[in-house]
C-alpha cells in the first residue's frame, strides 16, 4: 500500500461548482500536511498547509482527519484557472530530518 | 531573489553518458531535495540532504549520486545514463526547523535518455 493515496481523477466539473479532493495516509506519526497545485510541466507550488482545526483560504478550505488518517481540499465556486493537479504531501520527521511523501495527485479539470 | 534555480532545463543524454543536475537556492535554506516525476507516479524522492555536509537516500536512490557542495548547491550525478532515467527532476529546498515549514521547487530538468 502506497504512504499516501489520491485519487488520480480527473474530475470533470463546470464553472461554479464545488469539487472536493481526498489523500488518505498510513503512517500515524505524519506530522504535516500540505496541497500543492502543480500545472501542466511546471513545478509544484504551495497551495495550503493543513491544520488540525481546518483552515481556509479564499475558495479554498483544508480539513485534516488524524483519526481517519485522510487529509481533503475543498473548493468552492470553481474556474476555469483551477484546472490543475492536485498534489497532497506528508511530512514525517524521522532522526531530525523532515521526510516528505507525496500523492500521485488529483486531475481537476474545470470547463465551461 | 531568484529562489530554486536548476541547470539545465532540457537535456537529451544517451545510454551510457554521464551528466550532472545543478541546483541551486539563494533563500539560506538547510535542506535541499531530489526527486523525479514520471507519468502517474507523482513526485519520488531520490535523495535529500537535511544540512550542509549531509546527505541521504530517499525512495529511488539507485543509478544516482548527490554532492551538497555547499548551503546553496545540491546536485544530482548520473554516472551511466539508461533509458529508465528518462524523466523529469525536480529540486527543492526548504528553510528552518518547524516541521511545517514547506518546500520551494525549481523549474525542472526534463531528461531523456536515449
Known amino acids: 500500500r502506497k504512504e499516501v493515496e489520491q485519487d488520480p481523477g480527473p474530475f470533470n466539473v463546470p464553472e461554479g461548482a464545488t469539487v ?81 511523501t507525496f500523492g500521485r495527485g488529483t486531475s481537476l479539470i474545470v470547463h465551461p | 531573489n531568484a529562489g530554486v534555480t536548476q541547470t539545465p532545463k532540457f537535456q537529451v543524454l544517451k545510454t551510457g553518458q554521464s551528466m550532472t543536475l545543478q541546483c541551486a537556492q539563494d533563500m539560506n535554506h538547510n535542506s535541499m531535495y531530489w526527486y523525479r516525476q514520471d507519468p502517474g507516479m507523482g513526485l519520488r524522492l531520490i535523495y535529500y540532504s537535511a544540512s550542509e555536509g549531509t546527505t541521504d537516500k530517499g525512495e529511488v536512490p539507485n543509478g544516482y549520486n548527490v554532492s551538497r557542495l555547499n548551503k546553496r548547491e545540491f546536485s544530482l550525478r548520473l554516472e551511466s545514463a539508461a533509458p529508465s532515467q528518462t524523466s523529469v527532476y525536480f529540486c527543492a529546498s526548504r528553510g528552518g526547523r518547524d516541521i511545517v515549514n514547506t518546500q520551494y521547487f525549481g523549474p525542472g530538468t526534463r531528461l531523456t535518455v536515449l
Do not use: H
Open chain 1, 20 to 100: 472536493a479532493f481526498n489523500c488518505t495516509y498510513s503512517n500515524s506519526a505524519s506530522q504535516s500536511f500540505f496541497w500543492y497545485r502543480q500545472d501542466c510541466r511546471k513545478e509544484p507550488k504551495l497551495l495550503m498547509s493543513v491544520y488540525s482545526s481546518g483552515n481556509e483560504d479564499g475558495r479554498f478550505t483544508a480539513q485534516l482527519n488524524r483519526a481517519s488518517q485522510y487529509i481533503s481540499l475543498l473548493i468552492r465556486d470553481s474556474k476555469l484557472s483551477d484546472s490543475a493537479t492536485y498534489l497532497c504531501v506528508v511530512i514525517l520527521a524521522s532522526g531530525g530530518s523532515y521526510i516528505p
